[in-house]
């Protein structure tokens, strides 16, 4: 049963350009939630999402940054005209459901650079 | 709301030594409380997890975390460190309800060092 699957693992992107991250979450799992780990900082929430649903997007930033997990292929963070600050790795987990007894799965993250 | 103080952000041991990790939490709602391992360039794996059930909780590769409400504590430990467990830890939070069950709130991580 393959785990939560992220890619690019690695992502270089000029100021001003687009970056896509993407994350398969694990068989049978519906609830996708992305996290972003800045140098020198523990992992911040960004947006929760069911199938087709944003359930809470409290940690994302206002501007330039949209996620979305259709109901068909895997979720998508999306950073438009990023900038030097987005440099950080970025990482999706998944649950089959709600509650402490189904836990999140995280992938290895998406580190991004930006030049 | 919901935090979590990780004291110390860098904690060596020698090999075979006692790990202490501490995780101060602060909630509004019962908490549910987490420790993640994350080793270098790869994702977090979930060491135990306190769901109110048992205050010692016991996880995997030996390591275990004590549920103290009257110190709003869950430290992380293990009885005797193998070079292995050098890694980041993290200590997590999340509510009991609504939308807060999808939140994890995590601490700044502790840099676990084994020293031979």
């Known amino acids: 049963n393959a785990g939560v699957m992220q890619n690019p693992r690695h992502l270089v992107r000029r100021r001003g350009q687009e970056a896509r991250l993407r994350c398969s979450p694990m068989k049978g799992h519906s609830h996708v939630y992305w996290y972003r780990q800045l140098p020198e900082e523990g992992l911040k929430f960004m947006v929760y999402l069911q199938k087709e649903n944003i359930i809470d997007e409290s940690g994302m930033p206002k501007e330039r940054f949209s996620a979305e997990f259709p109901k068909e292929g895997p979720s998508i963070l999306r950073i438009q005209q990023v900038v030097r600050g987005d440099s950080a790795a970025y990482f999706c987990?998944?649950?089959?459901?709600?509650?402490?007894?189904?836990?999140?799965?995280f992938g290895d993250g998406t580190r991004l650079s930006i030049l | 709301a919901q935090s979590v103080t990780q004291l110390g952000s860098h904690v060596s041991v020698s090999e075979g030594a006692l790990v202490l990790l501490r995780c101060n939490y602060s909630?509004?709602?019962?908490?549910?409380l987490f420790w993640y391992v994350q080793y270098p360039n790869q994702g977090l794996q979930l060491l135990l997890k306190y769901t109110s059930a048992a205050t010692l909780v016991k996880g995997i590769n030996g390591f275990e975390a004590e549920f103290k409400k009257s110190e709003t504590s869950f430290h992380l430990t293990k009885p005797s460190a193998h070079m292995s467990d050098a890694a980041e830890y993290f200590c997590?939070?999340?509510?009991?309800?609504?939308?807060?069950?999808?939140?994890?709130?995590f601490g700044q991580g502790t840099i676990l060092t084994v020293h031979p």
């Open positions: 997590a939070v999340s509510g009991a309800g609504g939308t807060s069950y999808g939140k994890l709130t």
């Open positions: 909630s509004s709602v019962p908490p549910y």
């Open positions: 987990a998944s649950s089959p459901g709600t509650g402490p007894n189904q836990p999140q799965h």
